[in-house]
């Protein structure tokens, strides 16, 4: 099966709440998730609501990593999505599991684009003249 990309959905459940409600320790944590990776950066956003809670998103070339936290209840919601073989979600997903000291994780791999083609599918077209037209 090829696929365009991969996306995880991880759960982090049992985290500690002091990192979890902690703007520069979130936003730090994804980003170095994404360079674990070998993800390349493009933007960076996060936002921390009041009275406690955390979203915030990595746009990366291949894709992005998500976040939504909720300290109140030890649990974050994390989208890794990447594009390409050369970027490993799950490193990505380890890391995050560790900075956040997270006692109960799980995620679910889900695959991205499987269109009904025969042969692999490059990351990006560098002609558009040979993209498959469907």
């Known amino acids: 099966m090829h696929a365009l990309g991969t996306h995880l959905i991880v759960e982090l459940r049992n985290c500690n709440p002091a990192i979890l409600k902690d703007l ?5 944590a994804l980003v170095s998730a994404a360079k674990e990776a070998k993800a390349t950066i493009v933007d ?10 955390i979203s915030g998103v990595v746009i990366i070339a291949e894709s992005h990593l998500t976040i939504h936290t909720w300290p109140e209840y030890l649990y974050a919601a994390v989208d890794i999505f990447t594009c390409g073989e050369l970027i490993k979600p799950e490193i990505a ?4 599991i560790k900075a956040f000291e997270c006692k109960d994780p799980s995620f679910v791999e889900i695959k991205r684009g499987i269109l009904s083609l025969n042969e692999k599918l490059p990351h990006k077209i560098t002609n558009p003249e040979l993209a498959p037209i469907i």
């Not at 997903?93 to 995050?96: D, K, M, Q, R, V």
């Open 24 to 28: 520069v320790k979130a936003r730090t």
């Open 44 to 53: 960076i956003s996060f936002h921390e609501f009041s009275p406690y809670g």
């Open 93 to 96: 997903t380890e890391f995050i």
